[in-house]
């Protein structure tokens, strides 16, 4: 018979919705959730039921979901990051894994491994390398500290795509936040061309010429869809680039550019 892996995700938006879902569908977990939203009165209601209809146990807080869980996924805000990994070094237990797939500095992961490893859970890094939706549990997952391997063969088994890369953590966050500096900046840099170009009408004239420059590359199509990104995901995006700016100013880098493109991706997001 198979064994049941208990699992939780801290943190019930778009990502932790879709991997409760996914990973339900193995019919190999028992999933809690959790979310501080769970206690909102007039959001929480309508998230708790989400919960309960996909099956996931939803937990009264964190440390309830992790109660019982072999992996901890962590799926909050940036900014919550740190913060989020220090009440967990209260509440997991010796052998229990805090899987952290946050978009956030390499040195705040550093900092959130000393605090769960030193409360002898292990903690493991995650790096999401695209965006969640479509490929679902399937998106590539870098993974680093010395549990990588581990936490890779247990999750990759549930249908995941998780590649250990390193044993230090920070590193597999460095690849990602040294990748978003360049994707992130063209969707930026898109936008504005492609909105100035529409102001003059001189798209057609602008588009043909980047064709010419960069004949594998169809501009049109690549504003409008780095458009939408941006519209649709703009406010997560400016603070994964901010996680950005803190990574290469630790470096004593000027943090000038991601902050700049920080700041365009926060403008073009759609407010509705």
Not at 94 to 103: E, K, R, Y
Request: glycine share 10%; hydrophobic share 50%; net charge neutral.
């Amino acid at each position: 018979m198979t064994q049941t892996i208990p699992l939780a995700i801290i943190g019930f938006g778009e990502v932790g919705k879709i991997f409760a879902r996914e990973l339900l569908a193995s019919g190999r977990v028992a999933m809690a959730a959790y979310d501080v939203l769970f206690d909102d009165a007039q959001k929480g209601p309508a998230m708790q039921a989400a919960a309960k209809d996909m099956g996931v146990r939803v937990a009264s807080s964190a440390a309830d979901a992790a109660r019982d869980a072999r992996i901890v996924i962590s799926a909050v805000t940036a900014n919550a990051v740190a913060d989020v990994a220090g009440q967990a070094a209260g509440y997991l237990h010796q052998g229990q894994m805090f899987f952290d797939i946050n978009s956030a500095s390499p040195v705040t992961k550093k900092n959130a491994a000393a605090l769960v490893n030193a409360a002898h859970a292990k903690y493991v890094e995650g790096a999401v390398m695209a965006p969640v939706p479509g490929p679902g549990i399937k998106v590539p997952i870098l993974a680093g500290g010395p549990a990588a391997e581990e936490a890779a063969a247990i999750l990759n088994g549930l249908g995941m795509n998780v590649t250990p890369v390193t044993t230090e953590p920070g590193r597999a966050s460095a690849m990602k936040l040294c990748r978003s500096i360049v994707i992130k900046g063209l969707e930026a840099i898109m936008v504005d061309c492609a909105a100035a170009a529409r102001q003059w009408g001189v798209e057609d004239e602008v588009f043909a010429s980047l064709d010419a420059s960069y004949p594998s590359i169809d501009f049109r199509q690549l504003a409008e869809t780095m458009g939408g990104r941006v519209r649709q995901h703009g406010v997560r995006r400016a603070a994964e680039m901010r996680e950005a700016a803190m990574m290469v100013e630790d470096l004593g880098m000027n943090p000038g550019l991601c902050s700049a493109i920080a700041d365009a991706q926060q403008r073009g997001a759609d407010k509705k």
